[in-house]
């Protein structure tokens, strides 16, 4: 039955991997391997064919027979699950919400008068900087989306500006591991008590500074960025663009998001709760903000939060549902034992992958290149299922660093890579080519500086 749900879990991650040649919305092969998943367990479970362990290592069976407390504690280990997942949804609603809420009011567009470049190459570091600070506070996916938006109503030409939103991928993805907000995967690392905010900045951000600057260097001496910058013409009026809410919405907007940490800290209560108090501000205030003068009221929806919640890619909020589910289903499972202690499938195979690679740095950057194959997201998962190592030790720094700036070693490594290759057509083998290697020597690069500070400087 084991054999059932590892078998289940590869070809549930072989589909969502082939998401584009399958023209299926990754969310529905994630959605069915995590239920399905849960449902072998529950079965195999109940008819006593193997055994299951929650997170504080006790161990529930059947194989004896029918037992009440055993069977109250498979429940309560999926609640335990469950709760689980839904903080981190419910965080990335509340953030999802607050973003779009900008969005709405056209906040963003203020970013663009920052972006008024006189060559190539300070146009280059101008969006690397933006998208490396802003991805730390509105996430990576979002910075991305939201510059090359921008930049295709600065340059006219499709094959230069593929190569500043390469640029703005690896500066996103660098941008996003420093921060608890910036990433799914710092969030949820956040969330479950592996890193604090102040430590997980403290211990990442000047690695994430050198993996975003050393491949922008490199990049200042290529050729696609030489020369004076070639501006497309405005043609929209910049009054039509700017609305009388644009500077209070995002104002107000993104500093409830900063707020959320601060709120943690003082409250000491779990984020999603400070997520859900910063939307409940910005909400309250765009009810009342007037975007136009003398605005209609049979068009006030169109800048409403309600509105705002039907823009949310709730596709993504359920894909993230189905391969939490899956994991939590593995580190549910019971596969072996550890010094003749029975440990779950993702702590096993944590000891394996061990045993063969003695060295943990090694083995953390590795995990980070295959998250450039493999979404990082259940890959940080599983790693939260298969160590135990304590709140803010630096193998926790290391993971939310390799999780989130490797996936720039593909194109197709990160959401923020995927959403730039849908909406500026970036080819899979040309970004190989030409980009891949500098995403490479940053991500080595910010490594080095990572095990040098965590040896010379926290040892």
Known sequence: ????????????????????????????????????????????????????????????????????????GFTKNLMHHFSNIGEILFFLIGAMTIVEIIDLHRGFGIIKKVIKPKSKKQLLWILGILAFFLSAVIDNLTATIILITLLRKIIVWHKYRVWYAAMIIIAANAGGAWSPIGDVTTTMLWIGNKVTAVGLSEYVIVPSIVCFVVPFLIATKMKPFRGKAMRREMITDEKTERLLSSKTMLYIGLGGIIFVPIFKAITGLPPYLGMMFSLGIVWLFSEYVKPVKNLPKDQKHLYSTNRALSKIEFSSILFFLGILLAVAALESTVYGSISGIEVGTLRYAAESISNAIPNMDAVVILLGMLSALIDNVPMVAATMGMYTFETDSPIWHFIAYSAGTGGSLLVIGSAAGVAAMGIEKIDFIWYLKKVSWLALVGFLAGAGVFMLIEKFLYA
Request: glycine residues 8%.
């Open 1 to 72: 039955m084991t054999t059932i749900l590892i078998l289940a879990f590869v070809l549930g991650y072989l589909a969502i991997t082939l998401e584009h040649p399958l023209k299926l919305d990754k969310a529905v092969p994630a959605l069915l391997m995590g239920t399905f998943m849960w449902a072998v367990l529950a079965i195999g479970f109940n008819y006593g064919w193997f055994d299951i362990i929650n997170y504080k290592g006790d161990v529930f069976s059947l194989i004896e027979g029918p037992s009440e407390s055993d069977s109250y």
